[in-house]
T-cell receptor
Framework: RKEVEQDPGPFNVPEGATVAFNCTYS??????FFWYRQDCRKEPKLLMS?????NEDGRFTAQLNRASQYISLLIRDSKLSDSATYLC????????????WGAGTKLIIKP | SQTIHQWPATLVQPVGSPLSLECTVE??????LYWYRQAAGRGLQLLFY??????ISSEVPQNLSASRPQDRQFILSSKKLLLSDSGFYLC??????????FGPGTRLTVL
């Protein structure tokens, strides 16, 4: 079993809709959590960190559920420019804070 | 502000040829540095990380090597490339926090 798992998608969503996807992690020692966005043939870019209390940045909301060991990303009022692959990332204290990467969820926003 | 550079941006090499990819970071000192590889349609695979000059940790045994001759320079090398070395090579750094920031990447095709 992979340490960080994501549904690869693609999620095909009409513009303006709300979309959510989850990421599960297997190591309970996971310490920090992030969502990155990667456009086609580009480097990943940090979208947002995920805090225990949940956090929101404009149309994006991230939540952490430690009991069930998953994090989620919610995108409201989706835009065509939201089309990308969303990578879930966790760090764990016992690995020198190295990042453990999910394989990503591909999101396609259709007009 | 900090910036991270990688070159070349694109590379086509024959099987058995050597490789040298360079990554440099500006605007910070003593960063942790990372080399990742991303195969087509796959997640990020950590290859090497370095916490200081001359300090290299290898995550995956393979025909690649890394060196850190200067504080802000990280080099990925191979003596003889394999077909399976094709991919998108990303260099990343992180400040005191565990968030990582990526360079623009090098797309390597081994023929």
């Amino acid at each position: 079993r992979k340490e960080v798992e994501q549904d690869p998608g693609p999620f095909n969503v009409p513009e303006g809709a709300t979309v959510a996807f989850n990421c599960t992690y297997s190591n309970s020692a996971s310490q920090s959590f992030f969502w990155y966005r990667q456009d086609c043939r580009k480097e990943p870019k940090l979208l947002m960190s995920v805090y225990s209390s949940g956090n929101e940045d404009g149309r994006f909301t991230a939540q952490l559920n430690r009991a069930s060991q998953y994090i989620s990303l919610l995108i409201r009022d989706s835009k065509l420019s939201d089309s990308a692959t969303y990578l879930c990332v966790v760090t764990r204290r016992d690995s020198n804070y190295q990042l453990i990467w999910g394989a990503g969820t591909k999101l396609i926003i259709k007009p | 502000s900090q910036t991270i550079h990688q070159w070349p941006a694109t590379l086509v090499q024959p099987v058995g040829s050597p490789l040298s990819l360079e990554c440099t970071v500006e605007g910070t000192s003593n960063p942790n540095l990372y080399w990742y590889r991303q195969a087509a349609g796959r997640g990020l695979q950590l290859l090497f990380y370095s916490v200081g000059i001359g300090q290299i940790s290898s995550e995956v045994p393979q025909n690649l090597s890394a060196s850190r001759p200067q504080d802000r320079q990280f080099i990925l090398s191979s003596k003889k490339l394999l077909l399976s070395d094709s991919g998108f090579y990303l260099c990343a750094w992180n400040p005191i926090t565990d968030t990582q920031y990526f360079g623009p990447g090098t797309r390597l095709t081994v023929l």
